[in-house]
């Protein structure tokens, strides 16, 4: 069974910089899109970012011009987050779709100091 796996997520100052990292533990075909979400404590899920498998790109508003996704040839996703705010501070998870199935992972810390 494909499980995903996320990091790179950690403590940083405002204004500081991550790049989380999602991998795959097996090979998932024909991958429609892929995305990052992201929770803070009593808030709901939100979506951050998309990939689709033809390479276009889209962002939640409050993270445009700051956060890249990308992916490299091997799959792996990763979430560039630069100009960090206080209200980054979040669960981050990847989430992968096909037109068969979809899968989570169980996520990575990012925490945002002032």
């Known amino acids: 069974q494909v499980r995903l796996v996320e990091s790179g997520g950690g403590l940083v100052q405002a204004g500081g910089s991550l790049r989380l990292s999602c991998a795959a533990s097996?090979?998932?075909?024909?991958?429609?899109?892929m995305h990052w979400y992201r929770q803070a404590p009593g808030q709901q899920r939100e979506l951050v970012a998309t990939?689709?498998?033809?390479?276009?790109t889209n962002y939640a508003d409050s993270v445009k011009g700051r956060f890249t996704i990308s992916r490299d040839s091997a799959g792996t996703m990763y979430l560039q987050m630069n100009s960090l705010k206080l209200e980054d501070t979040a669960l981050y998870f990847c989430?992968?779709?096909?037109?068969?199935?979809?899968?989570w992972g169980r996520g990575t810390q990012v925490t945002v100091s002032s």
């Open positions: 990939i689709t498998s033809g390479g276009t």
């Open positions: 989430h992968i779709e096909n037109k068969w199935a979809q899968w």
């Open positions: 097996g090979s998932i075909f024909s991958i429609n899109e």
